[in-house]
Every structure is written in structure tokens, then in C-alpha cells.
């Protein structure tokens, strides 16, 4: 810390500038000679398999920085009212943060040998590596993606600040779009904050390689109480975090203009790419009753080092041939129509109605018989984007219906056994008004919330009846069984009002769950990395969080932790906490209610209305990732998908049919020992979802006898089948004789009338 305290102390007087300038004098044929010998190594090639590439990479770094840079005499610190020189940003093409979609593609640059023969003809002078890095790659004009901090792909040990209020304000925290908390704490505060407010504070990013840095984005602190945010900076470049280079307007240091408020992001573009490994961002003004306050984010290419340590090791390739981009309402309509083009046999394009502003829902089938419910077949969903703003569900499940239709064309076994099996719906975008919002803003300036509600300002995922608390009132006044089921509860009437705060795509989605017999879901949300399911809602009135597990708790844990621990991160000991909660030490998962309360939700109407177990699967730190993001996010995600999908054919399965044969819709099956039933589809069919065990399975039916047994489910894939063949009551029968002779009185047998008389005889005499 001491070391980095001097540097900053060491840019911002002249005296320093002049003494280094005259060390540099001294060492610079050393230096040269250096750098020859240097390239002169690199022409015999890449780096051997074999070799340590830990230690390759501190040769490579100790080599670039024997070419110290020149200092140049940095302009005395502005005062704290000085007025900051315009940098107008670019604006961000539309649905993109200041990148083209091919932003990771860069031009070919010279080789070593190349640069070391023309170094031998033209005349030996002094050059900086940032300088001659801008010569290198000037015809590279295009902006950078994020270079990773809120995505996490920059560790906390990259991050490095002059000094820090408290360990929960550190640098580590100034990431953008973090969270804090709902109370300041020590632990996992909203923003790097500094110990001292002046303008000799700064924070850092280690690139830990040579990286082209085009743009800087920065936010305030995120907190209920305080408001801090900096709004004016400096920009400083180095390649060995001693010397540093401050960006110029001209003759003066050039400064940048940050927030106005604590929430929006503000993009900064720099006038000209720089090349280095280390950044700065050194603020120079700030909120007048607040403290300096950042969360960043850095724009920045890597540049070509196929010796590079750290980048070999964090790399993720995908061998997919997608469509790897964020896609707008018309984009994703267009995408979804080729897919149907390309496998016509096994998808159908269909829509379960309209948003706010009229955007259809669209949803896309996968079956070996689209359009049509088989029995036997169990139905699952996925669903996203119910918060507009949270796109990266919205893109998982267009590359998921790519891949499987690319796959079942090229006759993957598992693809194909999973369509002739199950009929799947993916439904991409449940608030396609939000979604456009937060598109146009582009990835990084979108924020935490623009664009989460709808048109009409509601949280689609939260606006379902609370049958919670009916259910709980029941159970307290002990009618159920005998006054209401617990299960398939009815919407309140006020819900159903055209008054009600309800949300048209909140109507559509309930008629879409009422009309198909949906099994397992999940819809897919962002800005965590967790599996989360019922209950939401916490049984204690006035609490806050609070485990309130559902009577299938077991199974909704198998089920979650099923997502969890295929995903490449959720459960991985070493990752990151997101923002507050460490939910790997919970497998990943974590019971809804007991994280923190919410009424309404989405998973707790599907449980308590229809047989569908839900799930939310928040998929990754960032809400809204960069195109270039999207390959990784897409194998973190893949695997866990699919086999989540899978699981829907666990537990046991069957119909229940009279002694016709005829399948009997609405009847009942109940598991012994579990306070939760399910009901048959209109063919009779059922599924019902249980871990491995042997249970007391009973189906029921209003006019028909009650039937019992044994089930066993195994640990192997595939559901247990269980039939059921139950006859009519008695009591039935008579009804049905009743209404079959329009309720009159049947004609008794010649002995009963011979009776009567006699009574009515002598009750005369």
C-alpha cells in the first residue's frame, strides 16, 4: 500500500517528474539493451508446452518494464470547484455498452521479429510501451466490451485502492451495479469508498496483461442512507504501477465528468485508446455532502500474448456455432421463426397473449408432436425476462431452442430421447416493454432496475394472488380437508376486477398455467447466482426472512440443488459473493422466504394453483452481460438447463381411468405422509414429483371410490408408472338415475306398496 501511496504522491508534482525524467536518462541504454535481447528471445518462438507459464509471464512483465516511461511534468491538482473540460460520450449503439457486437475481434499487429528488424534500420530513440502500443493499434477504433468487474471476471486481488473508509468499503466492493444491503455494515457495503476525501485518492485496476482501455463507467455508492458519488475524475495509465501517465487535453490533464446521482451509470469514452496493464481512476470533485464514492466499471481489449498466464487459465471457449448477441423484439421474433423453419417437425411458434403496449408473448414448442398434449407426456416451461432488465434468461433460452434444434438434426441421442418424451415451451421474454428499455440504454448503462417493471409500473414476478395466507388460514381454523383442499386453490374475486393492479402479461401467463398441465418450471432471472423455491413468503407475519418450507421441501431441495450443482459456478467454494449473500455454502439454493420475503410470487401461485413446481434460477452477477459475455454464460448454463429440464421425469406417472377405461379429469392423487395433492389433466393423466422411496399413493374422484397404493421410485431416470381404476359409488349411481329421469320418483317394488297401504289403513281407522 505504501508503494502505491508514493506513486500517487509522485504524479502530481513537477519536482518528481524532473528527477525521474533524469534516472530515465541514465538507464535508458540499459533499458534498449534490455528490450533487444528481450525480442530477440521472442523470435524463437512461443513458449514450449512444458514450460511454467506462471513464471514465463513475470519474465514477459519484467522485460516490458525495463522500457520505463518517460515522465512527463503533470499539471498541478485542480481545485475542488475547478470546472471539468467537456468528454461527450459516444452514444452506445442501440442494446450494446459502447461495443459493436464483433467487439472481441481485433486486427493483425506485427510480430516481435518484425518490430525488432525495423527497430535495427530506423533510428534508436526512446519510446514509451503505452506510446508505441497506441502506434501499434490505431486502426483498432472501436470500443472495448467490459473488462469484468461486475461479472466478476476481474478477482478482487485486481482491484487496489489509495486508501479505504472501512474492509465493507474497499476496493473490492467498487464494482459496478453492486449491492449493498438493506444497513450499512462492515462486511458488504455498495461502493469503494476512500479513507480520506481528497484528490490524491484513486482506485485501480490490475489487468494483469497488456490491455487496450478505451472507456471508464462509474456509478455512486448503493445505499438506503447515504449519497456519495464523484463527479469529476482523472484517468491514469501504467505498465508497472510505479510510473504513471495521466490522460491530456492538450497541455492539461484531462478531466472527465462523473455522476449527478448515486444510480446511473455514466460512460466515458477516452479520446484515444491506451495501452497498458494497470488503470486508474483518480477522483477530483464529489457530491458536496457526501465522500468519494465509485463503483467501475473499465472498457478494455486484451491484446495478443499467447504467453499469458492468467488469460490461458480463466479462458471458456464454447465449441456451439450460435447466435451470440442481445436481440431486439424484432430480433428474437425473427430468430425464433428460423428456428421453426429449420426443425418444422418438432417446434411450434405460438403466443399466450399481449404486453402493455401490445407486443404479443411469444413462446416457442419443442415436441415430436407439436400442438397437441399427448397422454403420458408430461409439459414443462421455462420462462424469462418477467424483470425486462434481467436479459441474460431471455438470451439463455434463444441460444437453448438453437441448440436443441442443431442437435436433434444432428441425431444427439440425448436431445432426441428428451423431445419424443417430454413437450417443452420456452417462453423468452414475459416483459418484452421492459426489456426494451433497458435495451436501448445498451449493457452497462442500463443500471440495477431500468426497465425491470412493466409499462403499467408492476413487478410481473410478484403480481399473483397471495393464496399463501388463505391456505395458512385454513389450516389454522382446521378446514382442511373438509371445507377446502390444499391444493388447487381459487383466485379471490377482487383479483379476478378489472380494478386490480394487475398486469396484463400477469392475466396471460395465469390463462397460459390453467390451460396446460404443466409439471416442472423455472423461470430464468439475473443479478445472483442461485436456485431459490417456495415457499416466498414468510408464514410469521412481520418477518423479514424465515424458513418456510412447503410440504414437498425435500423435493423442491433434490430439484433445485439438481440446477445448482450442474452450473459451473453456484456451488463452486472459491467464487465470489455476488453482492451480500454467500449462497454457495447453501449448495447453491436457498428457500425463498428464508432469503427474504416477497407475497405474490410467481412460484407460490403455480404451487398452490396448479400441480407445477416452480423454481427461480438467478443466473448470473450480472443482469444485463455484454454480447461478449454471452458464450461463457452459455456454458455456466447449458448442462444445468438441461438436466433440469430432465428432471421432470422423476416420480411416478400414470392415469386414472373407470371401469370403462375412460380417463377421469380433476380426480385426485394424494401421496400419504405429504400435506400436498396434485389433480389429473383432462385425459386423466397425472405427474407427480417425488425423490427416491416407496409410498401409499391414493386417487380419488367425486363420485367414485377411493383407491390405494403402493408405489416405488427408483434412483434411475424415468418416472415410476402408477395406474389407477376406480368404479362409481353407490350414492352416485342413485344421482345419476335421479337426473336421467329428470328427478322424479322412482316406481317401488309391489311389496313396498302393499306396506304403505296397510300404514295408511289404519292410521284411517
Known sequence: MGRRAAAAEGSGGDGVGVMTGQRLSLLTPLALLGLLVGLADLSHGFAGVDEDYYMQELLTREQLNQVQVQAKPVASAPDMHEQPSQNPSKKAPKGDAGSGRQTGKTTAVKTANKKAEKSKKNAVKTTTSISEGDRQYNSMNEECPPMGLETLKIDDFQLHASTTKRYGLGAHRGRLNIQAGIYDDDLYDGA????????????????????????????????????????????????????????????????????????????????????????????????????????????????????????????????????????????????MK??????????????????????????IEISDNPGEHEVGEPEFRYTAGSHGNEVLGRELLLLLMQFMCLEYRSGNQRIRHLVAETRIHLLPSLNPDGYEKAFEAGSELSGWSLGRWSNDGIDIHHNFPDLNSILWEGEAKKWIPRKMFNHHLPIPEWYLSKNASVAVETRALIAWMEKVPFVLGGNIQGGELVVTFPYDKTRSQGVAREQTPTPDDHVFRWLAFSYASTHRLMTAANRRVCHTEDFAKEDGTINGASWHTAAGSMNDFSYLHTNCFEFSMYVGCDKFPHDSELPEEWENNRESLLVFMEQVHRGIKGVVRDLQGRGIANAIVSVQGIGHDIRTASDGDYWRLLNPGEYRVTAKAEGYSITSKKCEVGYEMGATSCNFIIGRTNLSRIKEIMEKFNKRPIKLPVRQLQVRGTREMRLGT
Not at 484531462?254 to 485508446?273: M, T, Y
Open 192 to 335: 469503494w469508498c476512500a479513507g480520506i476525501d481528497d484528490p490524491l485518492q484513486w482506485f485501480e485496476v490490475d489487468a494483469r496483461r497488456l490491455t487496450k482501455f478505451t472507456g471508464v463507467i462509474t456509478q455512486g455508492r448503493s445505499s438506503l442512507w447515504s449519497s456519495d458519488w464523484v463527479t469529476s475524475y482523472k484517468v491514469m495509465v501504467s505498465n508497472d504501477s510505479h510510473t504513471w501517465i495521466t490522460l491530456k487535453n492538450g497541455s492539461r490533464d484531462l478531466i472527465f465528468v462523473g455522476n449527478r446521482e448515486k444510480e446511473i451509470p455514466v460512460r466515458n469514452i477516452l479520446p484515444e485508446p491506451v495501452v497498458g496493464r494497470y488503470i486508474r481512476v483518480n477522483p477530483r470533485s464529489w457530491f458536496h455532502s457526501g465522500s468519494i464514492c465509485m463503483r467501475v466499471e473499465i472498457l478494455g481489449c486484451p491484446m495478443p500474448d499467447p504467453n499469458n498466464y492468467y488469460h490461458r487459465r480463466n479462458e471458456v471457449i464454447t465449441t456451439d456455432n450460435l447466435d451470440f448477441r442481445h436481440h431486439s423484439y424484432k430480433e428474437m421474433r425473427q430468430l
Open 338 to 363: 428460423a428456428v421453426n423453419e429449420m426443425c418444422p417437425n418438432i417446434t411450434r411458434i405460438y403466443n399466450i397473449g399481449k404486453s402493455h403496449s401490445g407486443l404479443k408473448l411469444y413462446a
